[in-house]
Nanobody, 116 residues
Framework: QVQLVESGGGLVQAGGSLRLSCAAS????????MGWYRQTPGKQRELVAA???????NYADSVKGRFTISRDNGKNTVYLQMNSLKPEDTAVYYC??????????WGQGTQVTVSS
């Protein structure tokens, strides 16, 4: 059983920054792939960033150079540092844990709103 709890969302002005956190329960965090996804009304959920157990990262083209994903295995927590935020970044951001390429767990999401 894995539970993910996101935090750090909120309202921010364009050009500002936010840091999202996702705290995971369970004992498989350190060997799992962690990711951040986002979804807006009328759009499919899209991958924003992912980080492997070994620290390799992958980013959506739209956020490269602005967002940074990191993980702290000692705290079972993954972070998404979001800089230079744009109104189009407005979405509900979801934390995802993937284990053995077969099991996926999701947080409930945290709202990020960027005003212009």
């Amino acid at each position: 059983q894995v539970q993910l709890v996101e935090s750090g969302g909120g309202l921010v002005q364009a050009g500002g920054s936010l840091r999202l956190s996702c705290a995971a329960s369970g004992s498989i965090f350190s060997i799992s792939v962690m990711g951040w996804y986002r979804q807006t009304p009328g759009k499919q959920r899209e991958l924003v960033a992912a980080i492997t157990s070994g620290g390799g990262t992958n980013y959506a083209d739209s956020v490269k150079g602005r967002f940074t994903i990191s993980r702290d295995n000692g705290k079972n927590t993954v972070y998404l540092q979001m800089n230079s935020l744009k109104p189009e970044d407005t979405a509900v951001y979801y934390c995802n844990l993937q284990f053995l390429r077969q099991f996926d767990y999701w947080g409930q999401g945290t709202q990020v709103t960027v005003s212009s």
